[in-house]
């Protein structure tokens, strides 16, 4: 019965500590907001930087997943290029080896009563903070404290060893370090982080239980080994969906890590010596072990990293040949909200989404555009394709407000929440705009087919007043797809001002030519073809404004 409640109590340790990890990486997470994004955004344009990017945010969030979906998001939404994320998702290896550096510093160096009492008591009062960003921190902080606490269960849990006739057995296989030994934790350790999806929390176990001397050292590398590759298991989960660019960088890290399990088999037990001699101190004293496992992962991963890194390109070209290209699909595909890396890479993929319906409502206003100075078959033409692509966008648009909603469920950073909002706005705004558009091309094709006159020059005046609402569409096309790097508000106003006063003017000379007998059917029709286009313009500045309320 006494082993039944040490397995039990070991499994709420094992749960204590998860959970851990998750709170500490979700409140490091919000808390860097979305700058962790533009790091891999702007600093990945050679593998070496994309190397340093990966290593960089993966150690700060402390979750090689997050890193690794968050990349695989990236390059769905067409943000980063293969060659780019390849060489992040080698910098991610490198990073998630720095919290079992942590938990071997922390987890068996001190008593960790005395260091998890005081974080709880300093992070427990934090929480309940006005200050978002406070409270953010305490969240790491109360998720820094539960896995240290969950670590302390999962140690007292783990008996001591005590070689008797009973353990005799274990002791001939988990100490026997033959080749199917090895192969056999590299195996068990891929499948137990497979199920768990938490490289971190089998890495701890396996520290436990080696700090405990119920496994080998040389098995306890073996076991990091196999969590190397069950770790790819969250990136390719997240990938199913997406395409075939997000499956390629998930194909990538896969390949990667079990190419250099590969390798490490080969030179294993001298590679195993090569970290003995390194490191400092014996293998079989307990208090040191810990940091000679540390430093086998480490290691393993950095020189993994240093013999591919000079064929990402080739690497790339391979994984384009083992998955082809296929047809673009335009619907918005969610990453699943099982993953916690989901919030910031589902607004990633809104952001995408929104740039290509500002481009398709600046597509039809350009095909209303080319239509003004054409026959009655050309306006024709143009209705129809403007009623085929309103209703391409109303399904773009039907998608994004559902994302936005699931989106709002999720628990989010004060910056990812003003985001969110801001999407929320210019969603809207272009779904407006759609309309309006719409609206204008089938007053055009109504003139067309009753032969409607407008007055003299009335197309050409129709030509420059959506030339000038095509700039300002331009405009927020380029911030929306990334071409600019800083939005100008003031910017924005101004092309506004320019459109209102065209719209002025040209109700002027409506009204003048009405005056002079022109064509009552044809000015009223012309100023509500005015009117509607106006309209594209207010909804502009509508985005222009949701850009700089999500700025802060």
């Known amino acids: 019965m006494a082993v039944v409640w040490k397995i039990i109590n070991f499994i709420g340790g094992l749960s204590v500590f998860f959970y851990g990890m998750r709170l500490m990486s979700l409140g490091l997470r919000k808390r860097a907001g979305g700058r962790l994004r533009k790091v891999l955004k702007s600093f990945s344009d050679t593998?070496?930087?994309?190397?340093?990017?990966?290593?960089?945010?993966?150690?700060?969030?402390?979750?090689?997943?997050?890193?690794?979906?968050?990349?695989?998001?990236?390059?769905?939404a067409g943000l980063l290029a293969l060659e780019e994320a390849i060489g992040i998702v080698f910098g991610a290896n490198i990073g998630t080896t720095f919290t079992a550096w942590i938990v071997s510093f922390f987890g068996f160096k001190f008593s960790l009563s005395s260091l998890v009492l005081p974080v709880f008591a300093l992070a427990l009062p934090l929480m309940f903070n006005k200050n978002e960003k406070v409270r953010e921190v305490a969240e790491a902080l109360f998720g820094f404290s539960l896995v240290f606490l969950g670590l302390s269960i999962i140690k007292d849990q783990v008996p001591d060893v005590q070689v008797t006739e009973q353990s005799a057995t274990f002791f001939r296989f988990f100490h026997h370090e033959s080749f199917l030994s090895v192969l056999a934790f590299v195996l068990?350790?891929?499948?137990?982080?497979?199920i768990l999806q938490s490289s971190s929390t089998t890495v701890a176990i396996t520290l436990t239980l080696l700090y405990k001397g119920w496994i080998s050292f040389p098995l306890a590398c073996a076991a990091?080994?196999?969590?190397?590759?069950?770790?790819?298991?969250?990136?390719?989960?997240?990938?199913?969906?997406?395409?075939?660019?997000?499956?390629?960088?998930?194909?990538?890290?896969?390949?990667?890590?079990i190419t250099g399990v590969l390798w490490m088999l080969a030179v294993f037990p001298w590679f195993v010596k090569l970290v003995d001699i390194v490191v400092p101190g014996p293998v079989s004293d307990a208090g040191l072990v810990t940091y000679h496992l540390s430093a086998f992962h480490t290691m393993f991963n950095i020189i993994n990293t240093f013999l591919f890194i000079w064929?990402?390109?080739?690497?790339?070209?391979?994984?384009?040949?083992?998955?082809?290209?296929?047809?673009?699909?335009?619907?918005?595909?969610?990453?699943?909200?099982?993953?916690?890396?989901s919030l910031e890479s589902n607004l990633v993929l809104i952001e995408k989404a929104l740039s290509r319906m500002a481009e398709r409502v600046f597509d039809m206003a350009l095909v209303i555009l080319h239509s003004l100075g054409g026959d009655d078959a050309d306006l024709d033409r143009m209705a129809e394709?403007?009623?085929?692509?309103?209703?391409?966008?109303?399904?773009?648009?039907e998608a994004i407000h559902v994302t936005l909603t699931r989106c709002a469920t999720e628990s989010m950073a004060e910056e990812q929440a003003r985001r969110l909002m801001a999407y929320q706005l210019i969603s809207r705004a272009l779904e407006s705009m759609s309309d309006s558009l719409y609206r204008v091309a089938r007053l055009l094709k109504q003139?067309?087919?009753?032969s409607?006159?407008?007055?003299?020059?009335?197309?050409?005046?129709?030509?420059?007043?959506?030339?000038?609402?095509?700039?300002f569409l331009r405009y927020n096309v380029s911030y929306l797809s990334g071409e600019l790097a800083a939005y100008d508000v003031e910017h924005a106003y101004r092309l506004e001002q320019r459109i209102d006063g065209m719209r002025d003017s040209l109700r002027k000379r409506a009204r003048k030519k009405l005056a002079k007998g022109a064509d009552v059917r044809g000015e009223l029709l012309f100023m509500d073809v005015v009117r509607h286009l106006e309209h594209v313009g207010d909804y502009s500045l509508d985005v222009s404004q949701a850009i700089k309320e999500m700025a802060g």
């Open 47 to 76: 593998p070496l930087k994309g190397v340093f990017s990966g290593t960089f945010v993966t150690s700060v969030v402390q979750s090689s997943s997050a890193t690794t979906v968050l990349v695989v998001s990236l390059v769905n």
């Open 188 to 194: 068990l350790g891929t499948l137990a982080t497979m």
């Open 224 to 257: 990091v080994l196999g969590e190397n590759i069950g770790t790819t298991v969250t990136a390719l989960l997240a990938s199913i969906p997406m395409n075939r660019q997000a499956k390629r960088i998930a194909y990538a890290h896969t390949l990667f890590n």
């Open 311 to 341: 064929f990402v390109k080739p690497y790339a070209a391979l994984l384009r040949r083992i998955l082809p290209e296929e047809a673009a699909k335009e619907e918005l595909v969610l990453v699943a909200s099982p993953f916690p890396e």
């Open 385 to 397: 394709q403007a009623r085929e692509m309103e209703l391409r966008f109303d399904e773009m648009e």
């Open 447 to 450: 003139r067309g087919d009753l």
């Open 452 to 471: 409607i006159p407008f007055h003299k020059k009335g197309m050409e005046e129709l030509q420059d007043y959506l030339q000038i609402i095509l700039d």
